[in-house]
């Protein structure tokens, strides 16, 4: 049930013209951003880690905002009350929305990549070529089991696009995903350590450059799991508040 329901919904993703522009559009941008930053910065040698990190970033942005709209959108399009009157679990039935919106944003990492080897000349020499889509797939895996707890707390709030706007550069920066969480302030460092993003972001980071892939991978699943199950509690007293005050279905 679970593939099927991501199968649809990546589907659905890839024919939404707001989804489209934004996945051809964000990941080039910020490919260039992050190259020119590192040149800038006199690190031309670390211009492949440059380009992951702005893969790495498109994928977060699209798991965030997919994440947090998606009770809103299944609301706009009249299919919030089937999806809870399934006999499933509605934590459940939305899981395969946010694994989509991780799946979809590996396009950010496949865009970014490419766009750095046309343009740039960046060479794609991976440490460990075997390992690196591991940990993205991973990463991507971890991403969308923490988006089950972004839409179960957004659908909580009025005004949950303004929250992702505002959660999703700190985010990113906080984990790591471009720059290093040790060139960071001392106290975030406890913050970084409790995301699933610095996890998944240094997994990826050490298969592009070298270094221990599987513990960090491992981290980001445990406490991606972690958040699968807070989400789903959350999600179940979400479900049962709007039954009782009969406000599924208001905006």
Request: proline letters at 6%.
């Amino acid at each position: 049930m679970i593939a099927v329901g991501a199968l649809l919904h990546v589907k659905q993703f890839s024919r939404s013209p707001f989804e489209i522009a934004v996945a051809l559009v964000v990941p080039v941008v910020q490919a260039t951003l992050a190259v020119y930053l590192f040149r800038a910065g006199g690190a031309p040698d670390r211009l492949l880690e440059a380009a992951v990190g702005a893969g790495l970033m498109g994928v977060w942005s699209t798991v965030l905002f997919g994440s947090g709209g998606a009770i809103q959108n299944q609301r706009w399009q009249g299919t919030l009350e089937m999806i809870m009157l399934a006999p499933r679990s509605p934590a459940l039935v939305l899981l395969p929305v946010t694994l989509a919106t991780g799946i979809t944003g590996t396009y950010a990492m496949l865009a970014t990549l490419a766009w750095g080897r046309l343009l740039y000349g960046i060479p794609l020499d991976f440490a460990h070529p075997v390992a690196f889509p591991v940990a993205v797939a991973g990463c991507v895996a971890g991403l969308g089991m923490f988006g089950l707890l972004l839409a179960s707390s957004f659908v909580l709030l009025r005004h949950a696009n303004a929250l992702a706007n505002m959660l999703e550069y700190p985010i990113w920066l906080v984990s790591g995903m471009l720059v290093p969480v040790t060139a960071l302030p001392g106290w975030t460092g406890p913050v970084a350590a409790v995301l699933p993003t610095t996890w998944g972001a240094r997994a990826v980071h050490e298969a592009a450059a070298g270094g221990p892939v599987w513990p960090a991978l491992g981290v980001c699943l445990a406490i991606s799991l972690a958040c699968l199950a807070a989400g789903w509690v959350l999600m179940t007293y979400v479900e049962h508040r709007a039954r009782v005050a009969a406000t599924l279905a208001l905006a």
